[in-house]
């Protein structure tokens, strides 16, 4: 199922990759804060969906979530996971969706080791203090990978439900490039705030 699942969303790829390396170009902390904010936006609501969908299996909730981490490196970076508006996403109707979706926020994941070691050496002491999330699957993406493809087998018993997984994982992309297309303004920082009403 990742085989076909690769095949099948080969176009969308290139655009994915684009929109989560974006940091790298002209890196400086107070975009490194907004970028946390946008992929909390998009991914929270997103993970929410996941957990609270009929079926999906336990193992994989536990350990392919990551939502924790972003509230936690949002709050280091001044900003608070409640004062950012995150993206509506419908009710997932089966875990198929649930899963072609979860599979999409994995893809982004396996870039997280090379961005981390990049700002890491731009600005370390925020790494340090607010890169939890680029951190979450350091050295085993690609095993969390293999047990996602496990459960989409799983799960894909029949053509259709395979297809139907593909369609979904098209639609997750297809969201997830006009989320990241966007021009977002998250809230400023606290501290930013708190020298305004000043």
């Given at each position: ?186 809230p400023a920082p606290r501290e930013a705030r708190r020298s305004?009403?000043?």
């Amino acid at each position: 199922m990742l085989a076909h699942l690769r095949q099948q969303t080969q176009p969308h790829h290139a655009d994915a990759d684009g929109d989560r390396l974006s940091i790298m170009e002209k890196p400086t902390v107070d975009r490194y804060r907004r970028y946390l904010a946008q992929i909390y936006c998009f991914e929270a609501p997103i993970e929410r969906a996941c957990i609270a969908t009929d079926g999906m299996p336990r193992s994989i909730l536990s350990t392919h979530l990551k939502t924790t981490r972003l509230t936690a490196d949002l709050d280091v970076s001044g900003f608070r996971a409640r004062d950012v508006i995150p993206l509506e996403v419908p009710r997932f109707d089966s875990r198929l969706d649930a899963l072609a979706w979860l599979w999409v926020l994995h893809r982004n994941a396996l870039l997280h080791g090379l961005i981390y070691r990049y700002l890491e050496g731009k600005f370390p002491d925020v790494m340090h203090a607010s890169g939890s999330y680029l951190r979450a699957t350091e050295g085993r993406a690609g095993m969390l990978m293999r047990e996602l493809g496990e459960a989409l087998d799983q799960a894909a018993n029949r053509v259709a439900a395979a297809e139907h997984i593909v369609a979904s994982a098209k639609h997750a992309f297809r969201l997830q490039r006009q989320w990241y297309s966007c021009e977002l303004a998250p809230p400023a920082p606290r501290e930013a705030r708190r020298s305004r009403a000043a």
